[in-house]
T-cell receptor, first 118, second 110 residues
Framework: GAVVSQHPSWVICKSGTSVKIECRSL??????MFWYRQFPKQSLMLMAT?????????EQGVEKDKFLINHASLTLSTLTVTSAHPEDSSFYIC??????????????FGPGTRLTVL | SQQGEEDPQALSIQEGENATMNCSYK?????LQWYRQNSGRGLVHLIL?????REKHSGRLRVTLDTSKKSSSLLITASRAADTASYFC??????????FGTGTKLQVIP
């Protein structure tokens, strides 16, 4: 199946710094990628839809100036958490769509990036 | 909120028993998928069922979909300790956007 990678796997940073997380589709092109956030013992919540070559679409309640998304190519989307604070500590997961068998869109998820802000 | 509800929230069973998890959603869907997540790890795709399908099998997994009731179930037969994980349903109504259910935490006791 299609493979999506994320880098880094985990990161610890000081409050006030910015952190960039990369999401790559390794063996397919993805015009659309998605960024999710998962707090401990909770489900995944969609943050934004990343569109190649255009601005990201953010879900209600997600600050676009704080979570900067860049989808510079068909295989790479980046999420930058600006001026990170402890409440931004979470598990961030990206996904990309690939056409599965029978024509149904199937999302392939990256392994996630655990962000801890001290 | 359009987030799907899953029940039970947590389930503990003995190895060899069957585990059933249910997912209810609120919108019309094109397809519904089930994922597994081991603690602190990424998601593993288990199975996808389209809106015109009622049942699908994959190994020890059986998924049903009832679009009239806006619900789906995941059955894991002959459970193993390695099945211990959180299970999420995720559904898509179009525009590729996927909404996740609240999840069921399954513990299989050896």
């Amino acid at each position: 199946g299609a493979v999506v990678s994320q880098h880094p796997s985990w990161v610890i940073c000081k409050s006030g710094t910015s952190v960039k997380i990369e999401c790559r589709s390794l063996d397919f092109q993805a015009t659309t990628m998605f960024w999710y956030r998962q707090f401990p013992k909770q489900s995944l919540m969609l943050m934004a839809t990343s569109n190649e070559g255009s601005k990201a679409t953010y879900e209600q309640g997600v600050e676009k100036d704080k979570f900067l998304i860049n989808h510079a190519s068909l295989t790479l989307s980046t999420l930058t958490v600006t001026s990170a604070h402890p409440e931004d500590s979470s598990f961030y997961i990206c996904s990309a769509n690939s056409m599965g068998s029978g024509g149904a869109n199937e999302q392939f998820f990256g392994p996630g990036t655990r962000l801890t802000v001290l | 909120s359009q987030q799907g509800e899953e029940d039970p929230q947590a389930l503990s069973i003995q190895e060899g028993e069957n585990a059933t998890m249910n997912c209810s959603y609120k919108t019309s869907i094109n397809n519904l998928q089930w994922y597994r997540q081991n603690s602190g790890r990424g998601l593993v795709h288990l199975i996808l069922i389209r809106s015109n399908e009622r049942e699908k099998h994959s190994g020890r997994l059986r998924v049903t979909l009832d679009t009239s009731k806006k619900s789906s179930s995941l059955l894991i037969t002959a459970s193993r300790a390695a099945d211990t994980a959180s299970y999420f349903c995720a559904y898509s109504g179009g525009y590729q956007k996927v909404t996740f259910g609240t999840g069921t935490k399954l513990q299989v006791i050896p």
